[in-house]
Nanobody
Framework: VQLVESGGGEVQAGGSLRLACVAS????????IGWFRQAPGKKREGVSC????????YYSDSVKGRFTIDTDKGKNTVYLQMNSLKPEDTAVYYC??????????????????WGQGTQVTVSS
């Protein structure tokens, strides 16, 4: 299994970024895909997830209404569109796969597979 994130960078507050996660090495429809983030000195936080069965989406309260997750099955890719970015969104963002059969697993951090992460920096 391989997960490769891209799209991070530095933006000013109020700006937007679109992260991508390309997945390979397993059946893309077999598992949900989640996005997490970790800021320096803080615990890893679940941000969003999309179910592989019915494309139901989940968001943490901190990003609801600003971030949107979607998927392109033909490209085995999941995107995270991030709008109205705030300095507190600054973190390394990871995509990850939950245990098979557990959906988005409540966005708990005990996911099975992780990408290498992409840095997002929001300046004020």
């Amino acid at each position: 299994v391989q997960l490769v994130e891209s799209g991070g960078g530095e933006v000013q507050a109020g700006g937007s970024l679109r992260l991508a996660c390309v997945a390979s090495g397993y059946g893309f429809d077999d598992r949900a895909i989640g996005w997490f983030r970790q800021a320096p000195g803080k615990k890893r936080e679940g941000v969003s997830c999309i179910s592989s069965l019915n494309y139901q989406t989940y968001y943490s309260d901190s990003v609801k209404g600003r971030f949107t997750i979607d998927t392109d099955k033909g490209k085995n890719t999941v995107y995270l569109q991030m709008n109205s970015l705030k300095p507190e969104d600054t973190a390394v963002y990871y995509c990850a796969l939950p245990p098979r059969g557990y959906g988005c697993y409540g966005l708990r951090p005990e996911y099975d597979y992780w990408g290498q992460g992409t840095q997002v920096t929001v300046s004020s």
